[in-house]
């Protein structure tokens, strides 16, 4: 099945303890579609400027992802610097050059109009509802958000929330939106504001998903370097909504999976700057990670304690 | 097998988003042989004041908690006031009164220098030691430790290091310890300095065992209601150790058991304030959340990408 995404294209400048970069291709739609081609066609939404290189849109076209959806306009294309400090866990933005991306208005080319699955990146509310209703038989829809958007476009985000299937958010956005401290509580309240699922992102500490009743916790893979955490939410992202679209089913069974599948692709992201070591994978690495997450969690049953 | 501790018994005056206690029982020493004591026989070795109940006493003697070790001294039990705000990660003190636990003097009664299995709690490293120095031929220490002397007595826990199978810190700790961001190397240095296993406890987020050479990670489940984190940790160190000291053996499959084990005991204990739900268990209940805990992690096999 294909899988379209809307999301930024861009080009980040990154210091972490390990090192630095400079114009680096990023963005949450490249994360996201590079890790999601290894499981199925990807349609890209985004915006370019007149500086993007050819070369990065070759390499896209082929992992057999489609740009037909991804428009070049005047001027730049949009730019992020950060910085790192030493637990990785938080970015602080040191620099943010929306440029082409500010008047972004995704018009989806007419074949898009009939994609199944359907990822919106984390943009503004206004826009991902503009996406959602031009397609016309969406069978899984999943959406990221941050709390720009939840405290600031709170309407906006409200309608998202009631059409879609899934909702990726960290433990702080999770409370912010459903403004509950306890991450089950909170989870259930964003439930009912609409998305059967939740998907609860939490970094180095792995990720929860609290499914259609049942509640499914994968672990971080400990990593022994984490170069740069950048990109590491979309390319979960990716990997897990790639997964789901190729197999074609929602059942407990592929959601688990899927999650698995998303933290294997966001432990190969953060082991090099940029896209560096996402666009190196194939099936053997997956698959080799995927058991090495198996072996991390199993353990035996329990014999009887009385 | 029976499992010596070391710790403290203290009263607990805390108060969090949920509610708020005064002079409740805690200390570590409490927390781990009551959680322990669902798992195999208990030794005791801490002190307490004029003022500790004779039911209390009791009430650990009916779980099968050895007391010979717990020394009564003229004075007052050890006091701690404490504070959570709403992550409930962390705790701010408020108010600490050593009392009794100033003088600490642990001498082992002459049956308790044949422990095989031995548990040093929180206290300064140079008790540890002399705790240490008492037994014959222990089998598996575990030991706890915290900034507070990594920072202090660096040379009286590098000595402690040296004789213990296996350490138990937080991130925070265990990164203090090692003077090292990254998580896995910090635990491979941890082992440099003497302990086989270092076991990385993570509050909500889980448990990660740096087992011989392999990895193995257990969430916390994710509860609807946190009362009270107090005592988690040990709880969490008390099932583990229990566990291991009743299997009698050291391999793979009953560390990462244990591992287990040891967080269905802290996911009870933070249910309620003090030892209210931690003293309520039995065999079913223990047995009924390790299976919610296997049913949290299960997934399925890959099938080949290809």
Same mark, same amino acid.
């Given at each position: /099945?294909?899988? %379209? ?6 080009? =980040? ?38 500086? +993007? ?13 489609? %740009? ?17 400090? /030493? ?14 991306? !500010? ?12 994609? !199944? ?37 709170? =309407? ?8 879609? $299937? ?61 170069? $740069? ?11 897990? /909504?790639? +997964? ?28 090099? +700057? ?18 090495? +997450? ?5 353990? =035996?049953?329990?014999?009887? %304690? =009385?």
């Amino acid at each position: /099945m294909s899988l %379209l995404v809307v999301g930024s294209v861009a080009f =980040d400048s990154i210091k972490t303890p390990f090192g630095e970069v400079e114009e680096a291709l990023g963005g949450s739609a490249t994360y996201f579609s590079t890790s999601a081609s290894y499981f199925t066609d990807v349609q890209l939404v985004a915006v370019i400027g007149e500086d +993007f290189p050819e070369k990065e849109l070759n390499e896209l076209r082929g992992r057999g992802v489609d %740009l037909q959806g991804l428009v070049r306009t005047p001027g730049r294309t949009f730019r992020w610097k950060g910085e790192y400090g /030493m637990d990785l866990n938080d970015a602080k933005t040191l620099d943010t050059q929306l440029n082409v991306f !500010e008047h972004f208005d995704p018009v989806l080319p007419e074949e898009y109009c009939n994609a !199944e699955y359907v990822f919106l990146g984390n943009i503004h509310p206004a826009l991902q509802l503009k996406v959602l209703e031009q397609i016309k038989a969406p069978k899984f829809i999943g959406a990221d958000t941050m709390n720009f958007w939840i405290n600031g476009w709170p =309407d906006d985000l409200r309608k998202v929330l009631a059409k879609i $299937d899934m909702l990726f958010v960290n433990d702080a956005e999770a409370r912010a939106l459903a403004d509950e401290p306890n991450i089950v509580k909170a989870a259930e309240k964003i439930k009912a504001m609409g998305p059967k699922r939740v998907m609860i992102k939490r970094g180095e500490y792995g990720a929860l998903l609290f499914d259609d009743g049942e509640t499914f916790f994968a672990p971080a893979y400990p990593l022994e370097a984490v170069f $740069d955490p950048t990109g590491a939410g979309d390319s979960f992202g990716g990997g897990f /909504m790639g +997964f789901v679209a190729r197999n074609g089913n929602l059942d407990r069974n592929t959601l688990c999976q899927a999650t698995v599948v998303g933290s294997v692709m966001a432990s190969y992201c953060v082991e090099r +700057f940029s896209l560096e070591r996402l666009r190196q994978l194939g099936p053997n690495l997956i698959e080799k990670r995927y058991q090495q +997450f198996a072996e991390l969690t199993r353990f =035996d049953p329990l014999a009887p %304690l =009385d």
